[in-house]
């Protein structure tokens, strides 16, 4: 230990200088051993005796500062918003396989084996099989071996800068030892345990009972680690325990410039392992389909039963050599798979059968359940009706039942209104006849009319809808625009501020698009694709509500059924009248001169979109095929022309694969449209 000389001032400086960093560097050793490996060598006390030293001497010594220090993870200031990043290396996802018996492994090897161009007679080609952690993908930069930017994924190209909450996460290093490439970017999952997850959750609980404001508990561990991540105060982050696993690297040191190189993959994770990051101690290599398969069954096993949620596990060629032979396609490795867990089933008992009604009438049944946790949710109602949704009823073991349940019967009136439903002929689905009488289907015709892509009334959620029309102070869609400010504050849970923010919004709402206004009528089988068509041909609403049905249907894309739903709607009296007061109310759009039908290249094409696209939102990509005459759907079937399919796409693409229908990355959607312009 030093024996601090009181005259001399500078040795005594140089001493604290000394000090300092000896201490830096004890500190981060303990760390380490107490947060990644799990083995502290020091009591909690001993530790925080020598981090109190340590703040001491950092007071003392401004000049000293240094932001690798343990004692700077907490105590950045709150921010309005994150930066955006540029990863230097683009942040990829992996291609999901859905089949999950073992031939979702084999195809994978057959696949890697065939683009290597290997035969039979072949070895078994070298993997590296880890879990697919259920968290945020998060790329660690290091500069001179100091942690200096935590960036997110994002879009795969820009994500956002969360060093500040990173940092606060003490598994992850502030600090590399000696000899590490001076630029290196770490890729991992950040998460949180299940155990930090309940404490978390208990916490929570605890304070919603004290009353304080805002708080609530999470859903899930990934919901609970992406709210800490992206928490504006990096000292609500801080109080948030999240944890880390390295699996693989962004940017780095080239070769040429002294980087390292590393023969595998494997090699790779050990590396990163002695410089300080956590590894995944289930990672393991394996040689070929037989010993992914064993992987696959034996995490499958253990799922239940580690500290952490997984949703898979990703098998990678382990010889980077292979890697970069192999490259990519648009943005995933060909490299890399991720195999899923089968959906997790469980036992539960059906309560109940409630009968939902639609915004058109419809009933559905939803089972009501006794609450189960099942894939990291609370389930309480499913589906027992269309099999898309999830979750759905899968089985029902009739061994298990309990005395006999009543025989379930669609109801022959309306639950909500009392009146008849009815069941056209041809269709599958009964139907409340009430219309705008039936309170339900009011609600739904008003949330249906106020939502974004609608004439978008910002705040107007069903809570707030439920209770308006059951107050009575909405009856019609017009009555939202005689709302007054006193009619909204008297409602439960309405302070005059948020009232004021409905008022402001409905004003807003006023000025709108006629395809938004027609969508947001909410007329049968007219999606916003039928309505911007119609506004296109028509130009203005008056001739949408005086055209015949043939005039209807020379209109793109509209068909019978549609053309008699218009001329349905615009026949019923109380549907103008509804129009009347809408506009009276000084709901207006800027009126056009009817449009001729112009032949744009995707004109009667129909396209389906999945996955993430490298550079093009959702929004942004369906504009554009509208733009060139095409339609969005939102499942596909044999009507469907392409599909477009970024990173992560899912069943769709499958769906298309076995359909036989053309598959599009970004790339080529946006060469088809270069033909257009
Ligand atoms: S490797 C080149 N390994 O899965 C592939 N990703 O679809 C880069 N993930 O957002 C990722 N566990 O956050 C890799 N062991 C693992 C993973 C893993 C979870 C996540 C990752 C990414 C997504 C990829």
Not at 34 to 49: M, W
Not at 299 to 321: F, M, P, T
Not at 506 to 527: A, C
Request: charged share 25%.
């Amino acid at each position: 230990m030093f024996t601090p000389d009181l005259f001399a001032p500078e040795a005594n400086g140089t001493a604290d200088a000394q000090l300092i960093t000896q201490l830096r560097e004890t500190l981060h050793a303990h760390a380490h051993r107490y947060y990644v490996l799990d083995a502290p060598t020091v009591p909690d006390a001993e530790y925080d005796r020598l981090f109190r030293q340590l703040q001491e001497l950092e007071a003392r010594h401004p000049e000293l500062a240094s932001p690798d220090s343990p004692t700077q993870r907490v105590g950045g200031k709150t921010l309005d918003q994150f930066a955006q990043v540029r990863h230097a290396v683009p942040m990829l996802s992996i291609k999901t396989e859905t089949d999950t018996r073992a031939s979702g492994v084999e195809n994978f090897d057959a696949r890697i084996r065939r683009e290597l161009g290997l035969t039979d007679t072949d070895p078994a080609i070298d993997y590296v099989a880890e879990p697919k952690f259920d968290g945020l993908a998060m790329s660690l930069r290091y500069e001179h071996g100091v942690l200096v930017q935590a960036a997110t994924r994002g879009d795969g190209e820009m994500g956002e800068d969360v060093t500040q909450n990173i940092r606060t996460i003490g598994q992850i290093p502030l600090k590399l030892p000696a000899g590490v490439p001076e630029l290196l970017e770490v890729r991992g999952e950040v998460y949180m345990r299940r155990d930090d997850f309940e404490a978390l959750n208990e916490r929570q609980r605890q304070r919603i009972a004290a009353g304080e404001r805002g708080e609530k508990t999470f859903v899930n561990p990934r919901n609970a680690a992406a709210g800490a991540v992206r928490q504006l105060d990096p000292a609500i982050a801080a109080q948030r325990p999240l944890s880390f696993f390295a699996y693989g690297l962004g940017d780095i040191t080239p070769v040429g410039q002294g980087g390292p190189q590393w023969p595998t993959h494997y090699d790779l994770l050990q590396t990163l392992k002695s410089w300080g990051f956590p590894v995944c101690a289930l990672v393991k290599q394996a040689q070929g389909a037989i010993e992914l398969v064993a992987f696959y069954e034996a995490i499958g096993q253990q799922r239940d039963g580690l500290g952490y949620d997984i949703d898979g596990v990703v098998y990678k060629v382990n010889s980077l050599a292979l890697q970069r032979q192999l490259g990519f396609v648009t943005r995933e490795p060909r490299w890399a798979v991720a195999h899923k867990f089968p959906a997790q089933e469980m036992l539960t008992t059906v309560l109940a059968i409630d009968v939902q009604v639609g915004r058109t009438g419809k009933l559905t049944p939803v089972a009501k359940l006794a609450p189960v946790f099942v894939g990291g949710v609370t389930v309480t109602n499913a589906t027992l009706h269309n099999d898309d949704v999830i979750p759905e009823v899968v089985s029902v073991l009739l061994e298990k039942r309990q005395g006999i349940p009543e025989p379930f019967t669609m109801p022959r009136t309306c639950p909500v209104c009392g009146s008849v439903a009815l069941r056209e002929e041809g269709e599958a689905d009964y139907r409340c006849t009430g219309g705008l009488f039936c309170s339900a289907q009011r609600k739904q015709a008003i949330l249906h009319f106020a939502q974004r892509r609608a004439v978008e009334v910002e705040g107007l959620g069903d809570k707030l809808v439920d209770q308006m029309v059951d107050a009575g102070i909405i009856r019609t869609l017009p009555d939202l625009y005689k709302l007054g400010l006193t009619a909204l504050a008297n409602l439960d849970r309405m302070a005059d501020k948020s009232a004021q923010n409905i008022v402001d919004a409905l004003e807003k709402s006023k000025r709108t698009t006629l395809p938004r206004f027609l969508f947001g009528l909410g007329i049968r089988h007219v999606g916003e694709a039928t309505a911007k068509e119609l506004a296109r041909h028509f130009g203005k609403l008056d001739a949408i509500m005086a055209a015949s049905e043939e005039q209807l249907l020379e209109v793109a894309d509209i068909g019978p059924i549609v053309a008699k739903s218009l001329r349905t709607f615009f026949d019923q009296p109380h549907n103008r009248e509804v129009v009347e007061q809408l506009r009276a109310c000084g709901v207006s759009w800027p009126e056009g001169e009817p449009a001729p039908q112009a032949v744009h290249i995707f004109s009667g094409k129909t396209f389906v979109l999945t996955g993430t696209l490298p550079s093009l939102g959702r929004e942004e990509a369906k504009a554009l095929i509208e733009a060139a005459g095409g339609k969005v759907a939102g499942s596909v079937s044999k009507k469907t022309s392409y599909v477009v399919a970024g990173a992560e796409a899912g069943s769709k693409l499958d769906k298309a694969q076995e359909l036989g229908i053309t598959v599009l990355d970004e790339a080529a959607l946006l060469n088809l449209l270069a033909g257009e312009a």
